[in-house]
């Protein structure tokens, strides 16, 4: 059910992942609305683990196998 993704798209991720990051930090954690840590928490997920949700939803919704 839950297909692997690349190395390549995992190391994408998580430059992403980083650089959200950075710019929750250079902003401030109290500044910063709370949804922005998702897509955070999302591409650090996926780089991880190799799964991600974005993708599996998104396949779900279009009906792709």
Do not use: D, Q
């Not at 609305?33 to 999302?42: A, M």
């Amino acid at each position: 059910m839950f297909n692997k993704i690349s190395k390549a798209l995992r190391l994408f991720f998580l430059i992403i992942a980083i650089t959200i990051a950075l710019g929750i930090y250079l902003t401030g954690y109290t500044t910063v609305h709370w949804v922005l840590y998702l897509p955070l928490v999302f591409m650090l997920f996926a780089s991880i683990t190799g799964i991600c949700p974005g993708i599996i939803v998104s396949k779900m919704i279009v009906g792709e196998k």
